[in-house]
């Protein structure tokens, strides 16, 4: 079963740094197109990063841009979400999702992807 699974969420203070993880059950990060996206209460699911099935190629959302870097560790089979100089609006639950093969774009929707994680949580204290 594709799973992605998500953890490394929590309590950070503004301008600080976190580092999710987005372990790849049942799948492999060499044929599988990776992404977080986040959502915040009362807001659409949107897309923040994400990076290639070959690992060459990666994109970004505008507001998280120069801040957050995605990466993964194929041996590992995992993905990762860099979050720097987090700001009060960073807050969201953060998502991992896949979707086989495919192409990155920094305009994606969440219908792009077919398997989602549970999702993990990240609070931003001032």
């Known amino acids: 079963q594709v799973q992605p699974v998500e953890s490394g969420g929590g309590v950070v203070q503004a301008g600080g740094s976190l580092r999710l993880s987005c372990a790849a059950s049942?799948?492999?990060?060499?044929?599988?197109?990776m992404a977080w996206f986040r959502q915040r209460p009362g807001k659409e699911r949107e897309f923040v990063a994400a990076?290639?099935?070959?690992?060459?190629?990666?994109a970004y959302a505008d507001s998280v841009k120069g801040r957050f870097t995605i990466s993964r560790d194929v041996a590992k089979n995992t993905v990762y979400l860099q979050m720097n100089s987090l700001k009060p609006e960073d807050p969201a639950v953060y998502y991992c999702?896949?979707?086989?093969?495919?192409?990155?774009?920094?305009?994606?929707?969440?219908?792009?992807?077919?398997?989602w994680g549970q999702g993990t949580p990240v609070t931003v204290s001032s």
């Open positions: 049942g799948f492999a990060l060499i044929t599988y197109t």
């Open positions: 990076i290639s099935y070959s690992g060459g190629s990666t």
């Open positions: 999702s896949g979707k086989l093969l495919g192409t990155v774009t920094a305009i994606s929707s969440p219908n792009d992807y077919n398997y």
